[in-house]
């Protein structure tokens, strides 16, 4: 059975296996605010990335297991795909999240998905749930 990421209904609790992209909020005071945000993560991580127009931010909620099926470089492309039909700037993306437990049980896949993502900054974390927005500047930052 294929790992699948469905769309998600709510881009601020975007669930494992779920994908959702929403219009930026604002940053407020200089402050950037969760445009999208991950349900909590224990051993998940999430790929956040910004629309080419600056005008959107994607998030995908990724776990290492689907029931019985695990993450693997094959899945990579499905990843990818969401993020390009969503014309997302391959140079304002991140990974977040436990990517040191994505290292530890799905190496291939995680390196696979890395190499997919070149531009893409790290941010390994513990548990918690994570977010992302655009800042006044234009950037992709997290949120926390």
Known sequence: ??????????????????????????????D?????????????????????????VIGIHLSIYDGNTIFTAADVPNVIAILTAQNYDANNVFII??????????NAAYAALVAA????QIYTLGDGTYGAG???????????
């Open 1 to 30: 059975m294929p790992y699948t990421i469905n769309a998600g209904a709510n881009a601020l609790a975007i669930a494992e296996r779920e994908w959702a992209a929403a219009a930026n909020v604002a940053a407020v005071n200089g």
């Open 32 to 56: 950037t605010q969760p445009t999208i945000q991950f349900t909590a993560f224990t051993s998940c991580i999430g790929i956040a990335a910004r629309n080419v127009a600056a005008t959107q």
């Open 97 to 106: 999240g436990q990517t040191s437990a994505w290292e530890a049980s799905v």
């Open 117 to 120: 993502l070149p531009n893409a």
């Open 134 to 144: 655009i800042s006044a500047g234009g950037a992709l930052e997290p949120t926390y």
